[in-house]
């Protein structure tokens, strides 16, 4: 059973930076698409980053330029390096992957927000103070 667990959150000040974590185990990484989520209490879950098996990346314009998402196959492990912090990336966030491009007849490609994963982890508290 693949499972996603996610270390490394934490309170930083603004301008600080932090580096999450996503552990994969359960099963060979072969993830086509693998992303990060945040959700902020009141808020609506919002996709930050994407990668998919090729290494392409795709940022939501709220972290872009800011943050990067890179994924370690070997070590089956997903990251995400995040700079230049502000008050408004404070956030649970998570991690999900998922092996499949097409799902029922419909390409769901890979990019920040994709709707559908069938993997998700708990998530971790990012918490950045003024």
């Known amino acids: 059973q693949v499972q996603l667990v996610e270390s490394g959150g934490g309170s930083v000040q603004s301008g600080g930076s932090l580096r999450l974590s996503c552990a994969v185990s359960?099963?060979?990484?072969?993830?086509?698409?693998m992303g990060w989520f945040r959700q902020a209490p009141g808020k609506e879950r919002e996709g930050v980053a994407s990668i998919d098996s090729d290494g392409l990346t795709m940022y939501s314009d709220s972290v872009k330029g800011r943050f990067t998402i890179s994924r370690d196959n070997a070590k089956n492990t997903l990251y995400l390096e995040m700079n230049s912090l502000k008050p408004e990336d404070t956030a649970m966030y998570s991690c999900a992957a998922d092996f499949r491009r097409w799902i029922n007849g419909r390409d769901y490609g890979c990019f920040a927000g994709r709707s559908l994963f069938d993997y998700w982890g708990q998530g971790t508290q990012v918490t950045v103070s003024s």
């Open positions: 359960g099963h060979p990484t072969n993830f086509y698409c």
